[in-house]
């Protein structure tokens, strides 16, 4: 190669370096081994110009996106993009969207409203995924574009570690969200933001079950790839105080004709706790798998339950079941129902004899609990203990049962309109 020859191709080699380093191929055939199979959430938005001859790829204003995730997987999503933006007809491209997107929500918009900017056309482009926004500008100019839109399989749910204290006076709880990503795309830099309610994406009319007032911000963003699943904390507590008592629940079927045959209730161990402020809560508890343990001074923790937390607003109490296969409670019950009579239509009179005897040495207190059906009216005629009424439908009695003794509970009630 002579010396001319070599003179071209150094200037030449130069001029293509310069052009590599500085042009952004960020949508450009994948020149650098990337898998376009690994999509991104946060992928940049670009402008090309309607003659398609030049294409140019902006990075957005910032790299986060905002995300609303509901309880049934559907999220809400927010991008900001900056823009350079030439006179007359464009097109905007959004690469590399969720799968999982839906279209009819996706609601793009510059900011300003001044009208100098008029997006006039969107469309899903399915060879090589991406979203296509025809614009027109009155000038050249910047402009800071907002996107907006909804995608489904951010699924997500709730689990509470519990652990008991050895005297059961005190509670640890730790609380984690645990998300999966079934989107096919990765999720980079997002700032979410738990919402407990149920998005809808038709018409139907939402239920109470929809509905829900919890409502949380991880404080740091998160990212999660395609497929992953990870558990971010929420909540983390210690020495929450407790309160403990023994239930038995001698409503529903105990309600009706029992046909002098003797009854045994189960009798359940409860701790509780309140969720407020002066306790250190400060937002809803929402609802999700609880498993609870119970530490011992040798170190030695156990399992003594598992449930479902419904969910708990500030001010509420908070129980915790115990399971009886792991201890069952020292309290033993038996119920008898006196006599019964069945009334005018689905109305009923009936009264009961409640034995409730402690194997403890120590006193405990126990609580026996009426549910009543839906839809009826109750009233207590005579009770041999103070009662306290809890809603339309409970009521209850406090009774505390001396170590190795027993206590008799006798009451009559009339139940109208039962079903």
């Known amino acids: 190669m002579n010396n001319w020859a070599q003179r071209r191709f150094f200037v030449f080699f130069q001029i293509f370096s310069v052009l590599l380093v500085f042009g952004n191929f960020v949508w450009a055939e994948s020149s650098q081994g990337q898998d376009k199979k690994n999509q991104s959430l946060n992928q940049p938005a670009s402008v090309a110009e309607d003659t398609t001859k030049s294409e140019k790829s902006q990075s957005p204003l910032s790299t986060t996106v905002n ?8 999220v809400l999503a927010m991008r900001k993009f900056s823009l350079p933006l030439k006179q007359g007809k464009q097109t905007v491209k959004f690469e590399n969207p969720p799968k999982t997107l839906y279209m009819s929500s996706l609601m793009p918009s510059f900011e300003g409203g001044d009208g100098a900017v008029e997006i006039i056309s969107q469309a899903l482009i399915e060879d090589g995924w991406r979203v296509h926004f025809d614009v027109v500008s009155t000038y050249e100019q910047t402009k800071t574009m907002y996107l907006r839109y909804m995608f489904g399989g951010l699924n997500w749910d709730v689990a509470y570690i519990a652990i008991l204290s050895p005297d059961r006076s005190t509670l640890s709880l730790k609380g984690w969200i645990e998300v999966e990503n079934n989107t096919s795309a990765d999720i980079k830099h997002a700032q979410i933001l738990f919402n407990g309610s149920n998005a809808k994406m038709s018409a139907e009319n939402p239920s109470d079950e929809d509905s829900s007032e919890f409502s949380y911000t991880i404080p740091r963003v998160v990212d999660l790839d395609a497929g992953q699943k990870i558990f971010l904390s929420f909540l983390d ?3 929450i105080p407790l309160k403990q008592e023994h239930v038995v629940y001698v409503g529903g079927e105990y309600l009706y004709d029992l046909k002098s045959t003797a009854q045994t209730p189960d009798v359940v161990q409860v701790v509780e706790f309140r969720n407020d402020e002066i306790h250190g809560f400060q937002h809803t508890l929402p609802q999700g798998k609880v498993t609870l343990y119970q530490g011992h001074k040798n170190g030695m923790d156990e399992l003594v339950g598992t449930m479902r937390l419904h969910e708990k607003i500030i001010g509420q109490p908070v129980p915790l079941q115990i399971s009886a296969e792991h201890h069952p409670s020292p309290v033993y019950c038996e119920l008898e129902q006196t006599d019964y009579k069945k009334l ?9 004899r409640v034995v409730l005897t402690n194997r403890n040495e120590s006193p405990v207190s126990v609580r026996v609990v009426v549910n009543t059906p839906q839809e009826s009216d ?7 203990h103070s009662y306290d009424t809890h809603s339309k439908r409970q009521f209850s009695w406090t009774i505390t049962v001396p170590g190795g003794q027993n206590v008799e509970l006798k009451y009559r009630i009339k139940l109208e309109n039962a079903k």
């Open 237 to 239: 507590k210690s020495s």
């Open 67 to 74: 995300m609303v995730a509901y309880r049934n997987g559907y």
């Open 344 to 352: 005018i239509g689905t109305s009923s009179e009936a009264g009961y």
């Open 378 to 384: 109750w009233s207590v005629i005579r009770t041999s």
